[in-house]
């Protein structure tokens, strides 16, 4: 497993040795420079004192009496012809002779050698010295200056290792922190001395840890509210099963399997909102978004419902020509719609009418749900939109979830949905539910181009 203080600590003490190791050959490249320039002045110097005389001539080598020298000297005449050289240390046989003034280089059998020549009337001195002299004095200069700092690097070292230890301190304190977390304890992390870097991780873990929160409050009040709204139904269908049981004739058998039948059917319908309102929590992964004709969706709702709409004597119709495409969840869409026309159909008193309608303008696509019935009251119509709620002295057979899934649905798909009359200053004023959604961005592929020419 790969560790942070493990890796800070690496790089940290190998920066350091590759820094270490840079101010060793800058410090060598220093020092061989103020060396050489040291020498050369030297090479100069020593070559200004020799005096070229021509009674030296037949003596070939003279030894310069001065202890530890480390020049080699000779003199020649223009010709080439050697007046003297020093025997110890010499000049190598193949140094070549110079006969200008400066300093040079040359290359011979015995390595690379650093010359002065001095041109005067009398003669030309020249004094050399081998370069690997001089690399060998800024090698042991340069040595002591190194040694120390590789002493010091395991010192460092160990000195960053502490530091680190210290300074991600307050990192582990977090993740004991967050370990002792569970699902009964989700308290904020305290932020008291916690470090300005640290600080916006451990701000946003407690923001997660919020939010696990208000999800676990809210699975455990969507099961308390379900088992509660499941309770009734279910005690009604048992109750209505044990009539038809003890039914003392053909028709009462016949009437209390009718009632049994109607209340299995608004069971079936609570377990299945429940279902649809469970998927839509905030934590459960959308569906795929795509190319939707709502239009077709509230002809094919509207379809669905005809028959219900005909036994409650409602007329039940769509205004949906043609096609309007929005990006959104096909089984979700259908869910917003079939609540609409639901809700709509439970509050139409006999003989009114219900029209579901799509209109599309620039931006948006506009689903209204129009119905007859008594309304909501203006001060009802936030609350309407929370789950298993239900208008004070409502009768119907409802479970106050149709318009919180409708809300959800709309929501998740970036629309928005208002709640008017119908009729306003009639009695009953009706009800109509606008949601406007996004319509398709009109930059559609060829694909979906083809799809709405087709349903058009």
């Known amino acids: 497993m790969k560790s942070i203080r493990r890796t800070l600590v690496l790089w940290l003490v190998g920066g350091l040795a590759v820094g270490s190791l840079a101010v060793l050959a800058g410090t060598y490249a220093l ?4 060396i050489g320039r040291m020498f050369d002045e030297e090479l100069r110097q020593v070559a200004l004192a020799v005096q070229v005389r021509e009674d030296l001539w037949g003596q070939r080598r003279v030894r310069i009496a001065r202890p530890g020298f480390s020049l080699s000297v000779r003199a020649y005449d223009a010709t080439g012809r050697t007046y003297f050289e020093t025997l110890m240390p010499s000049l190598p046989s193949d140094t070549p002779f110079v006969f200008v003034e400066g300093l040079s280089h040359a290359e011979t059998a ?4 650093r010359l002065y020549t001095h041109v005067t009337s009398d003669g030309i001195v020249q004094v050399g010295q081998p370069t690997a002299t001089r690399d060998a004095l800024a090698r042991e200069l340069s040595l002591p200056i ?5 002493m010091l690097i ?4 160990a000195l960053i290792a502490w530091a680190l230890r210290r300074g991600l301190a307050p990192l582990q304190d977090a993740s004991r922190s967050v ?21 916006p991780l451990v701000e946003q873990i407690n923001a997660l840890l919020a939010r696990l929160a208000n999800s676990l409050d809210a699975q455990r009040r969507f099961l308390a509210d379900a088992a509660h709204e499941l309770r009734s139904p279910v005690s009604a269908l048992a109750l209505q099963a044990q009539l038809a049981q003890r039914a003392p004739s053909p028709h009462a058998r016949s009437e209390a399997l009718e009632e ?3 209340g299995t059917e608004r069971a079936r319908r609570l377990i299945q909102q429940l279902l649809d309102f469970a998927r839509l929590d905030p934590g459960v992964q959308p569906g795929p978004m795509v190319p939707i004709d709502v239009a077709k969706v509230v002809r094919e709702a509207v379809g669905t419902y005809a028959q219900r709409a005909d036994e409650l004597v409602v007329d039940l119709g769509a205004d949906a020509a043609g096609s309007a495409y929005v990006s959104g969840n096909e089984a979700e869409l259908q869910s917003l719609v079939a609540n609409l026309v639901d809700n709509a159909l439970r509050y139409a008193p006999p003989g009114t009418a219900v029209t579901a309608a799509v209109k599309e303008n620039a931006d948006m ?3 209204s749900v129009v119905d007859s019935g008594p309304g909501i009251p203006p001060e009802e119509r936030e609350r309407v939109f929370r789950r298993f709620h239900r208008l004070a002295g409502d009768t119907t057979s409802g479970t106050g979830l149709g318009l919180a899934i409708v809300g959800s649905i709309v929501e998740r798909h970036h629309g928005t949905i208002r709640l008017e009359d119908a009729q306003p200053g009639a009695m009953p004023p009706g009800l109509a539910v606008h949601v406007a959604l996004p319509v398709l961005d009109t930059h559609r592929t060829p694909l979906q181009r083809k799809l709405q020419l087709e349903h058009s």
């Not at 020092?31 to 103020?34: A, D, I, K, L």
């Not at 190194?146 to 590789?150: D, K, W």
């Open 260 to 262: 049994l039948r109607r």
């Open 154 to 157: 395991p010192l460092l070292a």
């Open 110 to 113: 015995e390595g690379r050698w």
């Open 179 to 199: 370990s002792d977390r569970d699902v009964s304890r989700l308290d904020p992390l305290p932020t008291d001395g916690v470090p300005r870097e640290l600080l």
């Open 31 to 34: 020092t061989r420079s103020q």
């Open 146 to 150: 190194l040694m120390p700092m590789l």
């Open 365 to 367: 696509v506009e689903i």
